[in-house]
């Protein structure tokens, strides 16, 4: 978490000077970051939240195009606005940055108010596309993610622990017990607001920032959890649970207990490239199916390797 609310800007350039400058000018404003090299600079983006950077093109080794072209092609950071500062002032250099992605290119030496003005305009430009980009992933009802923001990250992820190696991934497929009978009995207003309500117990149950929960479709729901074991993944199903049925909704014509219920089925194994997503997911899928299977109100969980079943987990209703 950020102690400091201001936007962060990564300042790269090999010239000290003009990093002094720049920090100078953006210091009331922003939260200013410097890397001196290419490749630091692409360390410090992946490892720290950035707003926006400003970006030379000359340096040794890794110029500023490379950056650039390096930091488009890393999908979870490719959106960050990219302002190219330089004592180039022929078109074609120009051009190159716009056509890499660049948002704005500013020559050097640098005007104070200038600067200022990019800078603030771009940022306000990010904040703006990251509003719509937000409101388009969320789940109408529930105001969780909804499903496409769920498939991108579920991809998205999975990438991700293929390229690390060795690094898990756990998903939770959760469903509301009796449903169906749930809108029959009390209406389907009544529905929509015990999914508001189980949603937010979803919510409040996951600590990391990693992690993502949304609606899957209907009474269905999903947990992705990077870097995350059976152990773990379990255990939150099972807060989630509790969590659910700590909320008290009558539910009286549920086969399970007098108050609405949920079933969770849990999958987690270490992504390799001989393995798949969608294997990942039915597996989840046929452990929530045990899990109703049991008697519902449930977690069934299973660790999975490259064929087969490793170990399994099941809590049964309390």
């Not at 609310?5 to 350039?13: G, S, W």
């Not at 190159?96 to 600067?115: M, R």
Request: glycine share 6%.
């Amino acid at each position: 978490m950020r102690s400091d609310n201001r936007p962060v800007v990564l300042v790269v350039d090999d010239d000290p000077v003009n990093l002094e400058v720049v920090g100078q000018i953006l210091a009331d404003e922003y939260r200013v970051l410097v890397a001196t090299h290419g490749e630091q600079a692409v360390t410090l983006v992946e490892t720290v939240p950035i707003d926006l950077i400003l970006l030379d093109v000359v340096m040794p080794g890794m110029d500023g195009y490379a950056v650039c072209r390096r930091l488009k092609e890393l999908e979870t950071i490719c959106d960050i606005p990219v302002i190219f500062v330089t004592a180039i002032r022929e078109e074609q250099y120009e051009t190159t940055g716009f056509e890499l992605g660049g948002v704005d290119y500013i020559t050097k030496p640098v005007y104070p108010l200038i600067l200022r003005a990019r800078v603030k305009t771009h940022l306000e430009l990010k904040k703006n596309t990251d509003l719509l980009r937000a409101l388009s992933h969320q789940d109408g009802l529930t105001g969780l993610a909804n499903r496409r923001f769920l498939d991108q990250t579920l991809a998205l992820e999975w990438k991700r622990a293929v390229r690390r190696g060795n690094s898990w991934l756990s998903v939770i497929l959760l469903d509301v017990d009796c449903f169906k009978k749930y809108n029959d009995s009390y209406g389907h207003l009544a529905g929509d607001a015990t999914l508001r309500q189980v949603a937010h117990a979803l919510q409040s149950c996951l600590e990391r920032e990693t992690d993502c929960v949304a609606r899957y479709g209907g009474e269905e729901f999903c947990c992705v959890l990077p870097e995350t074991p059976l152990a773990g993944a379990t255990a939150l199903a099972e807060r989630i649970r509790k969590a659910v049925w700590g909320l008290e909704l009558p539910h009286r014509e549920s086969d399970v207990a007098d108050r609405v219920t949920i079933s969770l089925g849990v999958a987690a194994l270490i992504p390799t490239r001989a393995l798949t997503l969608e294997w990942l997911l039915g597996q989840a899928d046929e452990q929530l199916y045990l899990a109703k299977r049991a008697g519902r109100n449930a977690v069934q969980g299973v660790e999975l390797s490259a064929t087969t079943l490793v170990t399994s987990f099941s809590k049964r209703r309390s």
